[in-house]
């Protein structure tokens, strides 16, 4: 193929209903037919983010995704002064389907544009352990109390994986299991304290998982963005003896995760929801994690790659945040193939019965590993027709229709 004629001609959104939320996908088409995909959210604290592709895709029209470094910057310099956020989003679900598009022209797998992998199986941990039973009646078996929590736990370890992350949970007299997570107003909360009731279901929480997953699983607890500096401290001299992988947390302030990070006798994981490489900076140079977790659908994968070069030169090791569809399950798969300093990849292995319908592959796991395909570009694209059948919960969406084409702009 004439990669000269690599141009692109068409950008378009679609998504897809998913149970609970809905998932997001821009498909980036050249003149020659090569279609590049990329998976984006806007479901959970991000509206918005198919509206800014909709008003900067007309920039992309006659330029070639072999220059996606050079639309990445054409794109950061028309929207720098809402740099972040939606817009930053929005530019890294660019920048992902132009690497796609890229590497497909070029026929060769994506971690190939990114220097190579260094690893063919990628370790991972069943993310969002109970969360998601106990959420909705999509996912089954549902868990509804501490005995439905035992029998998961033991399914994460005969199911072969190593590792498994679970957050804070409220139990009843009658060990009921309800979600507490105050940072994103269940319950309402706005002082997002802790008491002495939270961190004793914490402990019994992660007693009972340790009891059920046995001593070799190792246990990660995220406890978001659900307390601030005094309330991570009490949880943490809760579980102090336990024997955690990590724990992650969420604050904006980097000398405050210092701080945590001092205090805690486990390592420290977090940064989730920054973008950029100058906003993961302080954290780094205040040695605040042990982990850094760089959301690589939000950054693009590129940029990710920069993030996670800084990160090693702060002797950090990296993850990444994995919470989407299986084609971000594959994106992130691709950062985690190619950086030297990963620590672990995050992956839900709970999902609604029609997920397989949506894409052309869905990952392999084999013993808690990923195991990495050779196929061109990210190795998965969702099915159109499927993406179809499954309309989105929400009728306003602007979503399933072309944003622009080559010739109008």
Same mark, same amino acid.
């Given at each position: 193929m004439n990669i000269k004629n690599a141009i692109i001609s068409e950008v378009?959104?679609?998504?897809?209903?998913?149970?609970?939320?809905?998932?997001?996908?821009?498909?980036?088409?050249?003149?020659?037919?090569?279609a590049g995909w990329s998976e984006f959210d806007q479901n959970f604290g991000s509206p918005g983010v198919d509206a800014v592709i909709k008003q900067i895709g007309h920039r992309l029209?006659?330029?070639?995704v072999m220059d996606h470094e050079?639309?990445?910057?054409?794109?950061?310099?028309?929207?720098?002064?809402?740099?972040?956020?939606?817009?930053?989003?929005?530019l890294g679900a660019i920048e992902n389907a132009l690497l796609d598009a890229k590497a497909k022209t070029l026929e060769v797998p994506c971690y190939t544009l990114l220097g190579g992998k260094v690893r063919d199986r990628i370790r991972v941990?069943?993310?969002?352990?109970?969360?998601?039973?106990?959420?909705?009646?999509?996912?089954?078996?549902?868990?509804?109390?501490?005995?439905?929590?035992?029998?998961?736990?033991?399914?994460?370890?005969?199911?072969?994986?190593?590792?498994?992350?679970?957050?804070?949970?409220e139990y009843d007299?009658?060990?009921?299991?309800?979600?507490w997570a105050p940072g994103f107003g269940n319950p309402f909360d706005p002082g997002r304290n802790v008491d002495?009731?939270?961190?004793?279901?914490?402990?019994?929480?992660?007693?009972?998982?340790?009891?059920?997953?046995?001593?070799?699983?190792?246990?990660?607890?995220?406890?978001?963005?659900?307390?601030?500096?005094?309330?991570?401290?009490?949880?943490l001299r809760e *579980?102090?003896?336990? #024997? @955690?992988?990590? +724990?992650?947390? =969420?604050?904006?302030?980097?000398?405050?995760?210092?701080?945590?990070?001092s205090k805690s006798a486990h390592p420290i994981a977090g940064l989730e929801t920054l973008i950029g490489l100058q906003q993961f900076l302080p954290f780094f140079r205040a040695q605040a994690v042990d982990v850094a977790i760089v959301d690589t659908p939000w950054n693009g994968v590129w940029q990710s790659m920069k993030i996670?070069?800084?990160?090693?030169?702060?002797?950090?090791?990296?993850?990444?945040?994995?919470?989407?569809?299986?084609?971000?399950?594959?994106?992130?798969?691709?950062?985690?193939?190619?950086?030297?300093?990963?620590? *672990?990849?995050?992956? #839900? @292995?709970?999902? +609604?019965?029609? =997920?397989h319908e949506l894409f052309t592959h869905v990952p392999e796991y084999v013993d808690g590993h990923l195991i990495m395909p050779d196929r061109p570009g990210w190795g998965t694209e969702p099915i159109e027709a499927a993406l179809l059948a499954y309309p989105p919960q929400d009728n306003n969406n602007m979503v399933n229709r072309p944003v622009a084409r080559l010739g109008k702009v």
């Open positions: 378009k959104t679609f998504s897809c209903n998913n149970s609970w939320r809905n998932y997001y996908f821009l498909k980036i088409t050249t003149e020659d037919g090569v029209i006659g330029q070639s050079h639309i990445r910057e054409d794109l950061r310099n028309v929207t720098r002064p809402g740099q972040g956020g939606v817009v930053g989003q929005a941990y069943w993310s969002h352990c109970v969360s998601y039973r106990a959420r909705t009646e999509h996912f089954s078996p549902p868990i509804f109390d501490l005995d439905g929590v035992r029998q998961i736990a033991r399914e994460v370890r005969e199911r072969g994986f190593t590792g498994l992350k679970t957050n804070i949970f007299e009658n060990d009921k299991i309800k979600n002495r009731k939270t961190r004793q279901n914490l402990r019994r929480h992660l007693e009972v998982m340790r009891a059920e997953a046995g001593p070799d699983m190792d246990i990660l607890v995220d406890l978001n963005f659900n307390a601030r500096t005094e309330g991570y401290l009490e949880l *579980i102090n003896d336990l #024997d @955690i992988f990590w +724990v992650e947390l =969420d604050t904006l302030d980097p000398e405050a995760m210092a701080l945590i990070r996670a070069a800084a990160a090693e030169a702060y002797e950090i090791n990296v993850a990444c945040h994995n919470f989407y569809g299986h084609l971000c399950t594959m994106m992130n798969a691709h950062f985690c193939a190619a950086v030297p300093n990963l620590r *672990i990849m995050e992956t #839900d @292995i709970d999902r +609604v019965s029609w =997920d």
